[in-house]
T-cell receptor, first 113, second 108 residues
């Protein structure tokens, strides 16, 4: 089945230690999104890639970066995680950024110690 | 900011229809209404979307009022596995801006 895969499902890191979360897709979609969802809150868009074009949301902290080496994979890098970055990180994909449905992966829950 | 308002919580008896309301009074003419749900600790799951007409698929029905200022998601025969947070979202410029959603509890 075509799907969005996130690894690992649970990640623990230390305060200030860089961490990378990964997302892969078998849908061959052009757009990949990263959302942050803190406890008891709604998901919030951080940024997205449309093919190789990176689109950052205005209020996304510089501490968050992303890479998309090919169509199938996209990475979220947190350069110096703080306690406030503990959250569920959700990856989603769609065929185009304007008019298509987004499909979400299961998420990676990040704990910062 | 999200363009939708939903009740924070609702209960539904198992086997009955669950009707989840959503207000989106500032929706523009070309903006779609999307519904997703999120079961605890999982990623949001797409349910249905629509522009003007009512829509139905294997999961649910979406009823949009003629003035498009509100909509209702209908789960025709709710089961315990439908317990989740349901998000009504107006897609703006391709972006999904989530509101707080409705926590639906389906009870035996």
């Amino acid at each position: 089945d075509a799907m969005v895969i996130q690894n690992p499902r649970y990640q623990v890191t230390q305060f200030g230690k860089p961490v990378t979360l990964s997302c892969s897709q078998t849908l061959n979609h052009n757009v990949m999104y990263w959302y942050q969802q803190k406890s008891s809150q709604a998901p919030k868009l951080l940024f997205h890639y449309y093919d190789k074009d990176f689109n950052n949301e205005a209020d996304t902290p510089d501490n968050f970066q992303s890479r998309r080496p090919n169509t199938s994979f996209c990475f979220l890098d947190i350069r110096s995680p703080g306690l406030g970055d503990a959250a569920m990180y959700l990856c989603a994909t769609s065929r185009d950024p304007k008019g298509d449905t987004q499909y979400f992966g299961p998420g990676t829950r990040l704990t910062v110690l | 900011d999200a363009k939708t308002t939903q009740p924070p919580s609702m209960d539904c008896a198992e086997g009955r229809a669950a009707n989840l309301p959503c207000n989106h009074s500032t929706i523009s003419g070309n903006e779609y209404v999307y519904w997703y749900r999120q079961i605890h600790s999982q990623g949001p799951q797409y349910i249905i979307h629509g522009l003007k007409n009512n829509e139905t698929n294997e999961m649910a029905s979406l009823i949009i009022t003629e003035d498009r200022k509100s909509s209702t998601l209908i789960l025709p025969h709710a089961t315990l596995r439908d317990t989740a947070v349901y998000y009504c979202i107006v897609r703006v410029g391709g972006k999904l801006i989530f509101g707080q959603g409705t926590e639906l509890s389906v009870k035996p």
